[in-house]
């Protein structure tokens, strides 16, 4: 098995706009690109090959647009308490 790094995940637009992570081996220029879904389907087969195995879980998935809702949320409150 031969390490790999996870780099530069770069949002792409089209009907939904999305992430693509870059995924490298360390010890060559390749590279692949896969979305954050891909890294749940292969968690799932990795339970499924290995049983009993302890798998990391993968942290939930976020949409950018609840991210800006939440800021959003967070500076209404702000300016509230602060009565601006």
Not at 19 to 45: C, G, H, P
Request: hydrophobic share 45%.
């Amino acid at each position: 098995m031969q390490p790999i790094q996870v780099l530069n995940p770069l949002k792409r637009d089209g009907i939904k706009s999305y992430i693509v992570y870059t995924i490298k081996l360390l010890n060559s220029n390749e590279a692949i690109f896969r979305r954050f879904s891909d890294f749940f389907l292969l968690r799932e087969k990795l339970i499924s090959r290995w049983p009993g195995v302890y798998i990391p879980n993968i942290p939930p998935k976020i949409a950018v647009v609840n991210i800006y809702l939440l800021i959003s949320k967070i500076i209404f409150e702000k300016k509230q308490t602060l009565k601006i």
